[in-house]
């Protein structure tokens, strides 16, 4: 079926209530099932590793050779910085008899004391199944709570404590985030269209787009195995509002424009469609292919986001093109009240820019001084690159929420009076006739505080030793320790030897991390050009476009930077670089093909430098606006207690608003009038123009296609 005919569906006079009561069939379905997706959401691999990472490989053997109960492990720490007192260690005593009801086995092992005596810790695993486990963890931590005697400072960490503030943190935090992000976007579609009643349209449809989106991933997550988490499902709804209202307001941008030429609704809406309809194709196009790149990555949780937030995309691009245009041309033009656009016959020649006169004043700075524009701008972003030195990557443990958690005090207080890896230490899976030489290794390394006595596995296989680090575990001295470690233990002898923990997990996901990067971000960058290449039918320009989303990633980081560094949270977690990468350059990419689509299109009327010229100064405000409210919408990620989701929110809005103002708006079109004609090379606009350029400031007028 031919573009003009598909165009012709949402908005014809019959075809627009068919494809309503489509749309109302599909939500009636998908919607439903959209509630459910929490129920098949796995956090586990926020936190995995693939497979063949050592440190899961030595889980996986560790499981299987010392099967144990999988149970929350509460640790309750008590601390009096002055030494510990009689009554603290009678509330010790009392606890330990209360916390044997909630006990595995019913019992609790005796206290652990800090050498310096100002510390005690009881460790023990919750029984029952799961349910049980988390219902046990509220009166633990009322208990611990109670009957404190002055002075003594008490936390709950290990799992238990960590399950239990992260419940705690999201409880509700879907309602806040969907909340955030409408009323920001509300506010902003308000000040942009100027209607009560306008701004309604677009965000429904993203809100129904959303729905869809999420029924989707609930089916193929129940019956396929696709992982969905919390921070994908996030996404997941950033993305259907965010790029849902970017090109609602290209289309009704351009049905706006046909609404002052065409006296026939249906009319103007089929001519808009057709004519915005390859520009967000494209832009779909882009960030959809784009984030099924992340499938190439190990990192589970990177692997898992690509398809959820691809199928986002492409239920938002369907939902945009056939059920927003149906809707707007069922209620006619009273929705853009009180600035209606009034049919006015003879206008049809009548140049759109006049109503721009902004941007017109932008593009004849860009026409006048195209070199010294794109000079001052590359050296702005040059500038902003800076702030990238305030950042670096891992982020630890006891820095993963926004705010400080009981988890997080537990930690620091245990950091404070025990060796740094007590609450996490190593383990090493060996060969059972190996056990000693193992250990006598261990206890030589430097940075290992105490090894264990080895544990042999009831076959008789294998021997488990925990070594325990002087340094706090996911800290670099911890992560050198490891590595030291671990040389040490495979040069025993048929040891098959097998480091895990949590600092293996630190440092075999920096190898992953490192690895998806040097494979992802190359395949983005090709995936990009070719969709630029096929849409432009160009080489050069395409090149130029793809330099510069480059360059606004680094500029967008170093702004973060800036901003990070002053919140408090500069240390990145692993897998941040490579997912803003893909939404700054996927979706910034998508305002430079809404500009550069729109110039091809005037260069064969006006010429190269005419047409560039005009493009900017029809398109500026609409996307403009876009990149605002696609901002504002990743902004909303802030409200989450997550540190790395806070850290995704900050890095892409600061990079959506880059490549919004800078160098979508200065950049790219000084960098077009500069080369020339050349930038269409080696396509048809390369070689010859249907009009002669003429300069900027020359009153014209024409047609807008």
């Known amino acids: ?43 586990d691999s926020l936190g995995s590793l693939p497979a063949g990472a050592e440190a899961s490989r030595a889980a996986a053997r560790a499981e299987a050779a010392f099967p144990e109960p999988d149970a929350l492990v509460a640790v309750a720490v008590y601390v009096r910085e002055s030494g510990l007192t009689d009554a603290d260690r009678a509330k010790v005593d009392a606890d330990r008899a209360a916390f044997a009801a909630h006990a595995a086995g019913g019992t609790v092992p005796a206290p652990v004391p800090a050498a310096d005596g100002k510390a005690l810790l009881l460790s023990f695993q919750l029984a029952g199944d799961d349910d049980e486990q988390a219902a046990a963890v509220g009166p633990v931590k009322d208990r611990l709570a109670a009957q404190t005697p002055d002075g003594l400072r008490t936390a709950l960490t290990g799992s238990a404590g960590a399950e239990d503030d992260l419940n705690d943190a999201f409880a509700g935090l879907d309602i806040t985030l969907l909340l955030a992000t409408v009323a920001a976007v509300a506010i902003l579609l308000l000040l942009t269209y100027r209607s009560p009643v306008l701004w309604l349209i677009p965000l429904l449809t993203a809100a129904v787009a959303s729905q869809v989106a999420g029924g989707i991933v609930y ?134 820019a006049a109503d721009h006169g902004v941007w017109a004043r932008i593009a004849r700075l860009v026409g006048s001084r195209p070199r010294t524009v794109w000079l001052a701008t590359a050296a702005v972003l040059a500038a902003l690159t800076f702030g990238v030195t305030n950042l670096s990557v891992g982020l630890p443990g006891d820095e993963t929420f926004t705010k400080e958690v009981g988890t997080v005090t537990g930690q620091r207080l245990i950091e404070r009076h025990y060796p740094g890896g007590t609450l996490a230490p190593a383990f090493v899976i060996a060969t059972a006739g190996t056990a000693t030489p193992v250990a006598d290794a261990a206890r030589t390394v430097d940075g290992v505080a105490t090894v264990g006595e080895p544990q042999r596995s009831a ?9 325990t680090f002087t340094s706090e575990p996911t800290g670099p001295a911890a992560q050198q320790a490891l590595q030291r470690l671990r040389d040490a233990v495979r040069g025993v002898p048929d040891s098959q030897a097998l480091v895990g923990g949590d600092t293996a997990f630190e440092v075999d996901g920096d190898a992953v991390t490192s690895r998806d990067n040097l494979v992802v971000i190359p395949l983005v960058l090709a995936v990009i050009l070719v969709v630029l290449m096929g849409l432009l039918r160009a080489l050069v320009a395409p090149l130029v476009l793809l330099a510069s989303v480059v360059l606004s990633y680094a500029a967008a980081l170093g702004a973060a930077g800036f901003l990070l560094d002053a919140m408090g949270h500069p240390r990145l977690w692993s897998a941040v670089p490579l997912q803003t990468f893909l939404f700054i350059v996927a979706l910034g990419v998508d305002y430079t093909i809404f500009l550069m689509t729109r110039a091809r299109e005037e260069a064969a009327q006006l010429g190269h430098r005419e047409g560039v010229l005009h493009a900017l100064t029809v398109t500026g405000g609409v996307i403009t606006s876009a990149g605002v409210v696609l901002a504002a919408t990743f902004a909303a990620l802030t409200v989450l207690p997550m540190v790395p989701s806070m850290q995704i929110g900050v890095i892409v809005t600061a990079g959506v608003l880059v490549d919004t103002l800078l160098v979508r708006s200065l950049l790219v079109p000084a960098l077009a009038v500069h080369i020339g004609r050349a930038a269409w090379w080696p396509g048809r606009l390369s070689r010859a123009v249907s009009h002669p350029e003429v300069p900027a400031e020359t009153e014209r007028v024409a047609t807008v296609r």
Request: charged share 15%; with cysteine.
């Open 1 to 43: 079926m031919s573009r003009h005919r598909l165009s012709g569906l949402p908005s014809g006079r019959r075809t627009k209530l068919a494809m309503l009561a489509l749309w109302v069939v599909i939500a009636a379905v998908m919607g439903p099932l959209a509630l459910k997706l929490s129920d098949v959401q796995n956090n």
């Open 219 to 352: 089916l193929l997550a129940k019956h396929t195995g696709l992982a969905v988490d919390l921070q994908s499902q996030n996404i997941l709804t950033i993305l259907s509002i965010g790029v849902g209202v970017d090109y609602a307001l290209l289309i009704v941008a351009r049905y706006r424009e046909e609404l002052r030429r065409h006296e026939d609704r249906h009319e103007a809406m089929a001519i808009a469609l057709r004519r915005s309809f390859p520009a967000i194709c494209a832009s779909a196009a882009t960030v959809a292919i784009g984030l099924l790149c992340l499938l190439a990555a190990d990192q589970p949780a990177t692997h898992g986001l690509g398809p959820v937030g691809a199928i986002a995309v492409v239920a938002t691009f369907t939902a945009m093109t056939t059920l927003l245009p149906a809707v707007l041309v069922l209620f006619g033009r009273w929705v853009f009240w009180p600035f209606v656009p009034r049919y006015t016959p003879g206008i049809e020649g009548q140049d759109v």
């Open 459 to 467: 076959d008789g296989r294998w021997v488990r030793i925990e070594a």
